[in-house]
């Protein structure tokens, strides 16, 4: 045994160590490569996410101001109908104090959806229960 060399310094053994390290160093480059290949599909991908964001706050802009033009127009219509139990209850046509009553709650319907439309852009868009 004396001249022999030990089995893990053998050439069998050292290249089944160097072909062990071969596979271990291949398989570390494949999991880089796919990182790196993620990561550049991610920041590819920045741009166009920048972009759908962009897109999406111009289009809540564009619904908030929607949304607060609405309800000064819902406000408008409440007061012309006031106005209209108004002038009914002035006639004397019909029930004059159901008139009168309509034209208050109208009116303060009117109050509530333009403190709602002003309220849009705060972000603070609760309305009140009736």
Request: a positive charge.
């Amino acid at each position: 045994m004396k001249g022999e060399a030990s089995p893990r310094y053998s050439t069998g053994g050292r290249l089944e160590q160097i072909g062990q390290r071969l596979r271990e160093l291949q398989a570390r480059g494949r999991e880089l490569r796919e990182y790196s290949a993620s990561q550049a599909a991610r920041s590819a991908r920045l741009p166009r996410s920048a972009e759908l964001v962009r897109m999406a706050e111009l289009r809540a802009e564009a619904a908030a101001e929607a949304a607060e033009a609405a309800y000064y127009h819902a406000g408008d219509v409440h007061d012309r109908a006031a106005a209209l139990h108004d002038r009914l209850a002035e006639s004397g046509i019909g029930d004059t104090g159901r008139h009168r009553q309509k034209a208050r709650e109208h009116r303060s319907l009117a109050e509530a959806d333009r403190k709602t439309g002003g309220s849009i852009r705060a972000g603070t868009t609760r309305r009140p229960r009736e």
